[in-house]
């Protein structure tokens, strides 16, 4: 492995990692889809408001809510909700909530993005690209509700802005190709490892998307960090 920096860089305020993995549970189905949508966020973002090490006054109607429409998987739209408290400076929780269908389920981990894709895999490799960009996106390390995660290579304009040192750095990333396997009559599943520019730094993943168990999985494999979206104070 390269000499990549890995010191461990810390982007916001509030503790946003904690609290349950245990995926929430649909609300009632009487409910119009944006409420259960608000339901979950809510619930979601309380949950990590609370696990936080400042006590926060959390208020529903302040949540703020964006949606996009998934550009690899058919009918999916992901919610993003952000919540900034008033009595932390600079700080922000967020959580997103994806619906497919008649399925509406917070996403923490690969195994919540996979069972709202049930049924779906990539037709091509281009398809797995951007379904690897949208898993990366949700739960990845950079994962951010305003902030895309980009394969590194459209992100030279951002990167040509940075330090020689953080160029220096990201050369190695911007000259190492993308790796996507298609399935084989052996092996049903799509493989792709990629460096990705997200939020704080530039990282290689793998995503793993099979056919036979219908599942998504991620792994980061290095970081280089600096080589980001930069956040500010906000």
Request: charged share 25%; aromatic share 8%.
């Amino acid at each position: 492995m390269s000499s990549i920096e890995l010191t461990h860089l810390t982007l916001l305020t509030l503790v946003l990692t904690a609290g349950p993995r245990a995926s929430y549970a649909q609300t009632q189905s009487g409910s119009n889809d944006n409420d259960r949508v608000r339901v979950l966020l809510s619930e979601a973002l309380e949950q990590k408001l609370k696990a936080s090490v400042f006590p926060v006054r959390f208020d529903q109607s302040s949540i703020k809510i964006r949606s996009e429409t998934s550009a690899a998987v058919p009918d999916l739209m992901y919610s993003w909700g952000t919540f900034r408290p008033m009595d932390i400076s600079h700080g922000y929780v967020f959580a997103v909530v994806a619906k497919r269908g008649s399925t509406v389920r917070v996403v923490r981990t690969a195994a919540d993005w996979g069972l709202i894709a049930h049924g779906w895999q990539p037709g091509s490799a281009d398809q797995a690209r951007r379904a690897c960009l949208e898993l990366v996106r949700a739960v990845g390390r950079g994962a951010d509700p305003e902030l895309p995660a980009i394969p590194i290579r459209d992100a030279q304009g951002e990167i040509n802005a940075m330090s020689p040192d953080l160029q220096r750095r990201a050369a190695r990333a911007l000259t190492e190709p993308d790796t996507i396997l298609a399935p084989t009559d052996g092996e049903a599943r799509w493989t792709v490892e990629m460096w990705v520019f997200e939020t704080g730094a530039t990282s290689r993943y793998r995503c793993v998307f099979d056919q036979n168990r219908e599942t998504a999985d991620i792994e980061m494999l290095q970081t280089i960090h600096g080589v980001g979206w930069f956040r500010g104070s906000d």
